[in-house]
């Protein structure tokens, strides 16, 4: 398997540059992955499949699913594509290569959890100012004009804004100096996280079912549905910083909640 992997890097290297993979090669994998796993979620919705597992009742229409895919693609092209373009510079000062050999799975995966800590602390507190009157107003609030998410919604951001957290993402990366496909790596996983904690659905096999800490659907969701003062629940992957900071406490108080009216029901119906 590695030796596959390998032949297949020898190959993106041997034709193409490293700027056309870094800028290029990273746009279009994003944009595979990005697209491929948030439309799915747009057919559940129109189709009414699996509706039992949809969090919210609600469902958007057709046209601002429509609105949503135009404006993210005006977005991608007309700021993504030319950030990363005139990243470049900056992807090389940080020490990014894109050389053989690869670096091990140990490495990979090492960096990887390290990226998530580090983007999650920062994103916190970026996701925090953003609620400020100011720049909800001006800024985040773009994102919130849909209340009730689906996986597309995840990257739907005001260009300011999209620059602004854009940076928790690259951060970790700027420090440790990662391979490409590191760094391809670790767009994959984070872009089909944003996308999962927006999607609006909480299956059984959703990751926050089997990591305690993974924030997911049903954290973020409600972060979408209530007022921008009162809606917590700030982190993008996982639950501790709003724990730490109390941010969490009507997401918490709800749970328990639904938790008690389950037991209740259920005891109903043992008499």
């Keep these: 398997m590695a030796s596959f992997i390998e032949s297949g890097w020898q190959y993106l290297i041997t034709h193409f540059s490293d700027f056309q993979l870094a800028c290029l090669g990273s746009f279009f994998l994003h944009e595979t992955v990005f697209f491929l796993s948030g439309i799915p979620f747009i057919w559940l919705e129109r189709s009414g499949y699996l509706t039992k597992y949809k969090i919210q009742a609600k469902i958007n229409s057709p046209a601002s699913q429509e609105k949503c895919i135009a404006r993210l693609l005006l977005y991608h092209f007309g700021v993504n594509l030319p950030v990363m373009l005139c990243s470049y510079p900056v992807f090389r ?61 995840s990257e739907y951001a005001h260009p300011a804004e999209i620059l602004f957290l854009g940076f928790a993402t690259i951060v970790g990366p700027a420090i440790t100096g990662p391979h490409l496909i590191t760094l391809w790596l670790w767009m994959v996983v984070r872009v089909l996280e944003t996308v999962e904690a927006h999607c609006g659905y909480h299956f059984p096999w959703s990751p926050s079912n089997f990591f305690p800490l993974y924030g997911g659907s049903d954290f973020h969701d409600y972060h979408h549905r209530l007022l921008y003062t009162k809606s917590g629940n700030y982190s993008s992957t996982f639950t501790y910083m709003d724990r730490i900071f109390g941010t969490d406490i009507g997401y918490r108080k709800l749970k328990a909640l639904k938790s008690t009216k389950v037991e209740y029901h259920s005891d109903e119906k043992k008499l």
Excluded at 110 to 126: C, H, M, R, S, T
């Design 93 to 153: 000062y940080m020490g990014m290569r894109t050389t053989l050999p690869l670096p091990s799975l140990r490495v990979v995966i090492a960096q990887i959890i390290f990226y998530f800590i580090l983007e999650d602390f920062v994103f916190y507190w970026g996701h925090r100012i953003l609620h400020t009157k100011w720049l909800y107003k001006h800024v985040h609030s773009v994102h919130h004009e849909y209340a009730t998410p689906f996986g597309l919604t």
